[in-house]
């Protein structure tokens, strides 16, 4: 399969201009100003081929939203390479952008007052997409989103749920074979959710459209996507299967002890000698414990545990890809050394 996006070397800096104090300061900003730069993305190098699905994520302030102007050609690189469908999205714009779908989760591409298929129409337009190709998808569209009964009401008139539904839909009039998806389920409910993403699945195995999708939803890249980019302080810190990250650091378990009396480390770290275990204080009569090993380790540490100790109560939980990734931020990504602390 062929690279869709090509990254290299790709850098942002932003100026972000300080103001000083009072008057004189304002005067004296007239004729300079102070100013540091802040780097927002930091020497990206990454390439995603046709029909992948790309989950793409990062705390605020990480990098994504500029990022992802470069590569839908808003803005200009500081420096390095972006090459988009073959393009440079920025100085091809105008070829550009008939390659491209985007949503934007906040905000809309629709008309606010004009009837949902009024908005379609126009897309049409725009995009010179014939009658046929217009008949042929988007009627599949209309219907897998189930927005049939929306067509002729004015986008204000919709819930949030419905729009983003229509909002899908434009960005596909034209059919991309290159889809930009920023937070595009963020308030949505439960249905809605699975909709989009019954959706988006089935546009990725017919016609091979490759996603980058941007969210703080780990459950939507979780059911969509095999593979992850994780974004911190402008740089890539992970690049990889998102299989790969529950493999490494997911797979253990934790085990919460409700105990009868004060527990101390101590002990607790002699009953797991030469498991792979790691003990967190809930409080003073709660621990949990985060094995990194596999199913023997945990019932060999619960048979130590509870022959040791009067154990009250017990859970047992699989720790959640949030909490590897929260993790991973917190700890960077160091998979030897085990991050679950
Ligand atoms: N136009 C701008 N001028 C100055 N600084 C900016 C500008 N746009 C973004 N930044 C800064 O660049 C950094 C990266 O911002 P960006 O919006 O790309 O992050 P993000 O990962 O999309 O975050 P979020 O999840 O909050 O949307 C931040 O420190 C931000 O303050």
Known sequence: MKNVIETEGLRKEFKAYSSRE???????????RNYKVIRAVDDLSFSIKQGEMVGYIGENGAGKSTSIKMLTGILNPTSGTVRVNGMDPHRQREKFVSSIGVVFGQRSQLWWDIAVQESFRLLKKVYKVSDEDYKNHMEHVI????????????????????????????????????LFLDE?????????????RQF??????????TILLTTHDLSDIEALCERVIMLDQGKIIYDGALAHLRQDFGEGKKIEFQFGEPVDETSLKHLSEELEVFWQQNNAN?????????????SELI???????????????EVSTEEIIRQIYEKGYQPEKRILT
């Open 286 to 298: 709660s621990w949990t414990a985060l094995l990194t090993a596999q199913e023997a380790g945990m």
């Open 200 to 209: 988006l699945k089935e546009m990725n195995e017919k016609y091979k459209t």
């Open 184 to 196: 595009p389920t963020i308030g949505l409910d439960v249905l809605v959710k699975l909709k989009i």
């Open 303 to 317: 048979g130590r545990v509870v022959g040791a100790k009067k154990v009250l109560d017990m859970s047992i939980h």
């Open 22 to 32: 009072g008057l004189g300061g304002a005067f004296r900003d007239l004729f300079t």
């Open 143 to 178: 219907e897998s989103l189930d927005i049939g009964p929306l067509l002729d009401k004015p986008v204000r008139k919709l819930s949030l749920g419905q729009r983003m539904r229509c909002e899908l839909a434009a960005a596909l009039i034209h059919n991309p074979p290159l």
